[in-house]
């Protein structure tokens, strides 16, 4: 069937679409309305030409369902909704961005963000529902694996029949230097990308650099021994290409990604599976020193790790991050090795996890605080060829 043949679709718009590359109705039905949008045809005629191909192809297209723009908002018209995503804000962002922000940064009133928020929420059907349907949710939450069997078994669920790093979760890795840390994020970097049936998402990664640990020829290494085991036969270089680096040199600048982020996602809301931050606290440890902006700190960091959370919460990323770790001096038994970040750092995570070095290439990994998961240890390997099952 040509695009010529669907209802509603005229010669030129036909010949605007197949110079976009949509060549006939499956390539229209599987781009996204803002490709749609940048080949000259409006978001609102897009629609109504995917409605018209689902109509002719209901045994196809039946369970279609099709994505929610600004202007699907009671109230938001187009200059609105253009006004809005020049600025970067998307349907996704706009339920979770603090009233106050989307005055202050995205020019709403407080009345009028109010209004469109809670059109947003009755047009999902409100604010609540019950505990089977929201079980039903979590359950069907998407995991990727560790790539080494000790962790997949240790974080693995059995309620929800999941293993590994679970997406729109959030865990925090801490521990002191060489304990596993970056060997781990970097491998996730690599696992997450692998296709499903082999245990991945085949999504994309963002690497958020703060300590100057990320290497290229350790992800080489990783995914080369992963395509050999599993015949996975995507190239090095394309894995490479499919994780997003960045190099924070400061926490203004940590924070200011960290929002770029926010709006890259926007623009490709199903592209990525994990952002990673190696490490978190980093910065606000070094740049805010002695009691006297402990206080400053810790607010700074607390408007800091919100974002993060609406990373997962928005577009459903795993969202890992690194932290350091301190001495406690009033202790005097037992392992005095404490996260840094305090309280702010304590109630963010959703799965903290501190990790130890053992004897030789081993590393201990214990689950510290996870509202699912057990107070368990698992221990695996660091070798040339990535982070792999202990063979004890």
Not at 50 to 72: A, H, K, N, W
Not at 307 to 316: F, Q, S
């Amino acid at each position: 069937m040509a695009l010529t043949d669907v209802p509603g679709l005229g010669p030129k718009s036909a010949e605007s679409l197949k110079a976009g590359g949509i060549t006939n109705p499956a390539e229209l039905m599987a781009a996204s309305l803002a490709d749609i949008e940048i080949m000259g045809i409006s978001r609102s005629i897009g629609k109504k030409l995917r409605e018209s191909v689902t109509s002719l192809f209901p045994d196809i297209y039946g369970d279609f369902i099709e994505e929610q723009s600004l202007e699907d908002i009671e109230g938001i018209g187009p200059t609105t909704a253009k006004a809005l995503r020049e600025k970067g804000m998307n349907i996704h962002l706009l339920e979770t961005t603090p009233v106050r922000e989307l005055e202050e940064k995205y020019g709403l009133t407080s009345n009028s963000a109010i209004k469109y928020q809670s059109a947003l929420t009755d047009a999902r059907g409100g604010f609540f529902t019950d505990a089977l349907t929201f079980r039903d949710k979590v359950a069907s939450t998407p995991a990727f694996t560790f790539g080494a069997e000790s962790l997949d078994q240790l974080f693995s669920i059995t309620e929800y029949q999941t293993q590994g790093i679970r997406a729109g979760e959030s865990y925090e890795f801490f521990g002191s230097f060489r304990s596993g840390k970056s060997q781990l994020c970097h491998q996730l970097c690599v696992t997450v990308q692998l296709p499903r049936e082999l245990g991945g998402l085949g999504r994309k990664a963002i690497y958020v650099d703060t300590e100057g640990t990320f290497s290229p020829s350790r992800i080489t290494q990783m995914a080369t021994r992963l395509k050999a085991e599993l015949g996975w036969d995507k190239p090095v270089e394309k894995i490479l290409q499919d994780i997003q680096y960045a190099r924070s040199k400061n926490s203004d600048m940590q924070m200011g990604i960290a929002s770029k982020i926010l709006e890259l996602l926007g623009e490709a809301p199903q592209e990525y599976g994990i952002l990673i931050v190696d490490s978190v606290t980093a910065h606000f440890r070094a740049e805010y020193a002695g009691r006297g902006t402990l206080a400053e700190r810790q607010q700074t960091l607390n408007h800091h790790l919100s974002i993060l959370h609406r990373v997962a919460d928005t577009y459903g990323l795993a969202v890992v991050v690194t932290n350091q770790v301190q001495a406690n001096p009033a202790q005097f038994f037992g392992d005095p090795t404490t996260a840094v970040g305090g309280n702010i750092m304590g109630h963010w995570a959703t799965h903290r996890c501190y990790l130890r070095k053992s004897k030789g290439e081993k590393r201990v990994i214990r689950i510290y605080d996870s509202p699912v998961l057990g107070e368990l240890e698992g221990v695996f390997e660091i070798t040339e060829e990535g982070v792999l099952t202990s063979t004890e």
